[in-house]
Nanobody, 122 residues
Framework: VQLVESGGGLVQAGGSLRLSCAASGRTSSTLSMGWFRQAPGKEREYVAAISWTGGSTYYTDSVKGRFTISKDIAQNTVYLQMNSLRPEDTAVYYC????????????????WGQGTQVTVSS
């Protein structure tokens, strides 16, 4: 399974960005997907996850009400719509895929993208 993220960039605080993650491979359509982020000097942290059907979504507390994860099953693409961005959202954002259910645990994800930089200026 290959994952390719896109959509990162530089935005002012309060602005919006939409990240995309295109998945390819034999079983990519049946994988649960997650978004993680890693800021300089910090560990990679969970942001959001979605079940393989797209019917269940989960968010870390700091992004609830601001970020929305969604999935286009036909296109094998996962999105992360990020609104009301804050400087503390600055990080490299990674897409990940899990053969199990949607989870916040990094170790449960077998496949990772290369990451896309999101920078929020104050």
């Amino acid at each position: 399974v290959q994952l390719v993220e896109s959509g990162g960039g530089l935005v002012q605080a309060g602005g919006s960005l939409r990240l995309s993650c295109a998945a390819s491979g034999r079983t990519s359509s049946t994988l649960s997907m997650g978004w993680f982020r890693q800021a300089p000097g910090k560990e990679r942290e969970y942001v959001a996850a979605i079940s393989w059907t797209g019917g269940s979504t989960y968010y870390t507390d700091s992004v609830k009400g601001r970020f929305t994860i969604s999935k286009d099953i036909a296109q094998n693409t996962v999105y992360l719509q990020m609104n009301s961005l804050r400087p503390e959202d600055t990080a490299v954002y990674y897409c990940a895929a899990s053969p199990g259910g949607a989870t916040i645990q990094k170790l449960r994800y077998d496949y990772w993208g290369q990451g896309t930089q999101v920078t929020v200026s104050s």
